[in-house]
Protein backbone atom coordinates (compact mmCIF):
# COMPACT_ATOMS: atom_id res chain seq x y z
CA UNK A 1 0.00 0.00 0.00
CA UNK A 2 1.45 3.55 -1.10
CA UNK A 3 1.64 5.53 1.55
CA UNK A 4 3.64 9.10 3.16
CA UNK A 5 3.31 10.04 6.70
CA UNK A 6 4.70 12.89 8.13
CA UNK A 7 5.51 13.78 11.50
CA UNK A 8 7.28 16.60 13.72
CA UNK A 9 5.25 19.55 13.08
CA UNK A 10 4.37 21.61 16.36
CA UNK A 11 4.52 25.29 17.65
CA UNK A 12 7.89 26.42 17.65
CA UNK A 13 8.70 30.02 18.88
CA UNK A 14 10.36 32.33 16.25
CA UNK A 15 14.17 31.41 15.28
CA UNK A 16 13.55 27.93 16.37
CA UNK A 17 14.28 24.89 14.71
CA UNK A 18 12.11 22.14 13.94
CA UNK A 19 12.91 18.90 11.77
CA UNK A 20 9.82 17.11 9.66
CA UNK A 21 10.38 13.52 8.94
CA UNK A 22 7.91 12.10 5.60
CA UNK A 23 7.89 8.15 6.22
CA UNK A 24 6.94 6.30 3.00
CA UNK A 25 6.11 3.05 2.34
CA UNK A 26 4.79 0.79 -1.04
CA UNK A 27 7.50 1.64 -3.42
CA UNK A 28 11.17 2.23 -3.47
CA UNK A 29 11.41 5.13 -2.01
CA UNK A 30 15.20 6.19 -4.03
CA UNK A 31 13.63 5.97 -7.38
CA UNK A 32 11.08 9.16 -6.73
CA UNK A 33 11.56 12.45 -6.31
CA UNK A 34 10.14 13.94 -3.23
CA UNK A 35 8.46 17.43 -2.40
CA UNK A 36 7.75 19.40 0.35
CA UNK A 37 4.91 21.48 -0.06
CA UNK A 38 2.98 24.09 2.69
CA UNK A 39 -0.64 25.85 2.95
CA UNK A 40 -1.40 28.25 5.13
CA UNK A 41 -4.97 29.33 6.24
CA UNK A 42 -6.27 30.80 3.09
CA UNK A 43 -3.34 30.59 0.81
CA UNK A 44 -2.72 28.16 -2.22
CA UNK A 45 -0.16 24.97 -1.78
CA UNK A 46 3.48 26.01 -2.44
CA UNK A 47 6.35 24.13 -2.86
CA UNK A 48 8.84 24.66 -0.30
CA UNK A 49 11.58 22.38 -1.79
CA UNK A 50 12.77 18.74 -3.51
CA UNK A 51 15.02 15.82 -4.35
CA UNK A 52 15.19 14.61 -7.08
CA UNK A 53 15.38 10.48 -7.46
CA UNK A 54 18.97 8.08 -7.87
CA UNK A 55 18.84 9.19 -11.35
CA UNK A 56 20.53 12.47 -10.52
CA UNK A 57 21.79 14.90 -7.06
CA UNK A 58 19.32 17.69 -7.81
CA UNK A 59 17.55 19.80 -5.00
CA UNK A 60 15.71 23.06 -4.69
CA UNK A 61 14.22 25.77 -2.60
CA UNK A 62 11.81 27.98 -2.39
CA UNK A 63 13.57 31.74 -2.48
CA UNK A 64 11.45 31.89 0.62
CA UNK A 65 13.34 29.13 2.44
CA UNK A 66 16.37 29.18 0.97
CA UNK A 67 19.37 29.22 3.34
CA UNK A 68 16.85 28.17 6.32
CA UNK A 69 15.49 25.15 5.26
CA UNK A 70 17.47 21.56 4.39
CA UNK A 71 15.70 18.51 2.75
CA UNK A 72 17.48 15.01 3.06
CA UNK A 73 16.76 11.60 2.06
CA UNK A 74 17.27 8.53 4.12
CA UNK A 75 16.81 5.51 1.58
CA UNK A 76 17.66 2.69 4.22
CA UNK A 77 14.93 4.32 6.72
CA UNK A 78 12.88 4.92 3.83
CA UNK A 79 12.22 8.69 4.99
CA UNK A 80 12.63 12.26 3.65
CA UNK A 81 13.74 14.94 6.23
CA UNK A 82 13.54 18.71 6.19
CA UNK A 83 15.27 20.41 8.81
CA UNK A 84 13.91 23.66 9.42
CA UNK A 85 15.77 26.36 11.00
CA UNK A 86 15.72 30.31 11.73
CA UNK A 87 11.59 29.80 11.26
CA UNK A 88 9.57 32.68 11.20
CA UNK A 89 5.84 33.55 11.62
CA UNK A 90 5.18 33.13 7.89
CA UNK A 91 6.86 29.86 7.88
CA UNK A 92 2.91 28.38 9.71
CA UNK A 93 1.17 26.12 7.38
CA UNK A 94 0.50 22.75 7.11
CA UNK A 95 3.38 20.98 5.58
CA UNK A 96 2.69 17.98 3.30
CA UNK A 97 5.18 15.72 1.38
CA UNK A 98 4.50 14.38 -2.24
CA UNK A 99 5.77 11.41 -4.76
CA UNK A 100 6.47 13.06 -8.37
CA UNK A 101 8.49 11.59 -10.96
CA UNK A 102 10.32 7.93 -11.23
CA UNK A 103 14.04 8.20 -12.04
CA UNK A 104 14.11 11.32 -12.55
CA UNK A 105 17.24 13.43 -12.40
CA UNK A 106 15.48 16.43 -11.39
CA UNK A 107 12.74 17.75 -9.36
CA UNK A 108 10.36 20.67 -9.70
CA UNK A 109 7.83 22.94 -7.21
CA UNK A 110 4.79 22.10 -9.02
CA UNK A 111 2.12 20.57 -7.60
CA UNK A 112 1.02 19.01 -10.98
CA UNK A 113 4.32 16.75 -10.96
CA UNK A 114 3.41 15.23 -8.09
CA UNK A 115 0.80 12.71 -7.75
CA UNK A 116 0.50 11.02 -3.89
CA UNK A 117 0.20 13.24 -1.01
CA UNK A 118 0.16 12.52 2.66
CA UNK A 119 -2.44 13.86 5.12
CA UNK A 120 0.19 17.10 6.31
CA UNK A 121 1.72 17.91 9.22
CA UNK A 122 0.90 21.37 11.63
CA UNK A 123 3.95 23.52 12.18
CA UNK A 124 3.16 26.89 13.97
CA UNK A 125 5.64 29.18 14.38
CA UNK A 126 4.56 31.77 17.15
CA UNK A 127 5.96 33.69 20.53
Known amino acids: QLQLVESGGGLVQPGGSLRLSCAVS????????IGWFRQAPGKEREGVSCISSRRGSTINYANSVKGRFTISRDNGKNTVYLQMNSLKPDDTAVYYC???????????????????WGQGTQVTVSS
Open 98 to 116: ARGERLFSGCFLSRIRYGY
Open 26 to 33: GFPLDDYV
